[in-house]
């Protein structure tokens, strides 16, 4: 696959039923690599779907799928090092989780536990790990953009070689903060990789309803940076187009722009009604004919690497895991109410130290 900037059409190496369209040995990839992919896709998958059953147990408040998403997510954390930047957003736990966060500290944010590394603190779709340069993202769609950016900036302007990886949605490319964050990335050739996960939906509203533009990555050639517009299902293509990036990034070249065009199976949120506004047909399209997963499972299938036995050993191996890591996060206790005023201001402002003073009395602690 050439990775060229601003084609019409997604850049891909699977086509849809798997069969590679090109070699992607070229990638540098070996089977071990493959396979570790695939791992991913049904890992992260199986934590989503754990997440959400939460919501509908009851025991969790809230719940925002990646489903669907998994190749944009994996594929685009793979290529990062351990101390690069991860901007995720609210829908990007595939990254985080491939990132270093633990399944069991996932369910334990869902849940509010001690687990959480955010401690309960935010809505459920988004820890941070400071160890692991994950940013926690805020419910303020597009707010994080220009944080990333000076985030990336400043490791230009310290000559680090650590890289910045922003992720947002197709909605928060309609906000001021992508605009700006565009800019300042190309005017100072931050080490950025700016990824807009394209799922074509900002809760109801498609993405033709918010751009007059054909691909968003085309908005790249504006700021002055490379745009690529990549089918987001497909984790090889993601994958290489995303290193590619960081390695131009890496090398002092400057940030790009990835529309990673992709579609989400859920609701935007469990408190959405997608039926709605869905037109009738699509979901079970995309589901049938499109799935990331599937479609790396029927690459590695045609290559001889995968047979219908090792993905039933896969699969219970993963439930396992998950089963454990679910029992950790339940183990975990809900942090004491005290907490909420740590980790805010480094000395308390006299009116939350007032608070928490009331508390602490009303608590009898
Ligand atoms: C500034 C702001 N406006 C509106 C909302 C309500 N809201 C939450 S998510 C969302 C849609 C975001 O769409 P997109 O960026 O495409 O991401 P997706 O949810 O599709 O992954 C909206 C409008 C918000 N949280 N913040």
Known sequence: MRIEPFTDTPLSILAYDGTPKENPDSLGLGKDDYLHMYRWLVFVRGVD????????????????????????????????LKDDWMYPDHRSQGSMLVKGLSAA????HVLGRTLDPTQGRLMPHGPGRRDLHIVPPA??????????????????????KEITIC???????SEGDFHVGMNFAAVYQAPALMFVQNNQYAISMRTDQQTRTKTIAEKARAYGMPGYFVDGNDVLAVYAVTKHCADRARSGNGPSLIEAYTYRYGPHSSADDDTRYRPKGELEMWRTQRDPVTRMRRF????????????????????????????????????APLTVFDHVYETLTPHLAWERAELAAELGV
């Not at 190749?71 to 685009?76: E, K, L, P």
């Open 167 to 173: 992720y947002m949605g197709d909605g928060a490319t």
């Open 49 to 80: 779907d754990r997440g959400y059953i939460l919501v509908r147990q009851g025991r969790a408040g809230f719940y925002a799928q990646i489903a669907g998403q998994e190749a944009a997510q994996v594929g685009s954390a793979l290529p990062l």
């Open 300 to 335: 590695l299938e045609l290559r001889g690497w995968w047979s219908e036995e090792q993905e039933q050993r896969l699969q219970a191996e993963i439930k396992a895991q998950l089963a454990a890591a679910m029992e950790e996060a339940e183990k975990s206790p809900p942090p």
């Open 105 to 108: 500290e996932w369910f334990g």
């Open 139 to 160: 419910s303020t769609v597009g707010n994080k953009i220009t944080e990333a950016v000076g985030t990336a900036m400043a490791q230009r302007i310290k000559k680090r």
